[in-house]
């Protein structure tokens, strides 16, 4: 299951955190922390993993995350980079990864090795799409789900260190689309969360946005459901 967007501030240094997850390894105590920080390095952005220990977190155990090194594809300017993510074992491994969305650029995930998220990165989606990572067929392996202002898609768990490709998209041909041009450019997405909500063993999505400006100029919200059991 994915511990996608569970909130979590850590200090001034972290503007937009994002934490959580689940343990994995069983013997370090405290699972690793994922902070993501997409306005630093002047809006380049950043993701930090604080390596949890059994007497909790410190800054001395901690890896930088940040595009053009360690194999992580470089987005130039402005990336963003770290302003979403969402967790989980997309190769099938048995290490987790880590998908980091930006609002400029398509997603990068960042394989998962026995050293951590050592293994570079490979980017997927597009701009700013938001991640959440689920067993959504309840086959046991985790697939990517990537939710854009008007469609949310699903994707076939990744072979080795390639990009998991498109599968299903969830929203073709439901009401949710948009019915006019001026709907289309309106509707902004603003999360995407997956989780097990009815207990059966399978991730449902969650998916929520805006729609703006209303008739009277006002903000409407959204908010979707999909129980998504297509194969994968
Ligand atoms: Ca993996
Ligand atoms: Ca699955
Ligand atoms: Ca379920």
């Known amino acids: 299951m ?7 501030l850590l200090g001034a240094a972290a503007p937009a955190a994002h934490g959580g997850g689940h343990p994995h390894g069983g013997t370090s105590g405290y699972p690793p922390l994922i902070i993501g920080s ?35 594809p470089d987005g130039g300017d402005y990336e963003n980079f770290g302003d979403t993510f969402a967790r989980g074992d997309l190769n099938g491994d048995g290490h987790e990864d880590l998908v980091v969305g930006s609002r400029s650029r398509p997603l990068t ?44 898609t699903l994707h076939h768990p990744a072979e080795g260190r390639a990009a998991p490709e498109p599968a299903a998209v969830l929203t073709e041909g439901l009401e949710w689309e948009p019915q006019t041009p001026t709907d289309a450019r309106s509707r902004q997405a603003r999360g ?7 207990g059966d063993g399978r991730d449902e999505l969650v998916a929520r946005g805006v729609i703006h400006p ?18 994968v």
Not at 2 to 8: H, K, Q, T
């Open 2 to 8: 994915a511990a996608a967007l569970a909130g979590l």
């Open 38 to 72: 997409p306005q630093a390095r002047s809006s380049d952005g950043h993701v930090v993993v604080l390596h949890g220990s059994r007497s909790g977190y410190s800054a001395g155990r901690s890896t930088t995350l940040i595009p053009g090194e360690a194999g992580i």
């Open 109 to 152: 995930i960042v394989w998962g090795t026995a050293d951590g998220l050592t293994g570079g990165g490979v980017r997927v989606g597009g701009p700013g799409e938001f991640p959440a990572v689920g067993d959504f067929d309840g086959d046991g392996r985790d697939e990517l789900a990537l939710l854009a202002d008007r469609q949310l």
């Open 192 to 198: 995407l969360i997956a989780a097990d909500f009815d």
């Open 214 to 231: 209303m008739m009277d100029g006002s903000l409407a919200a959204w908010a979707a459901y999909f129980r998504a059991s297509p194969a």
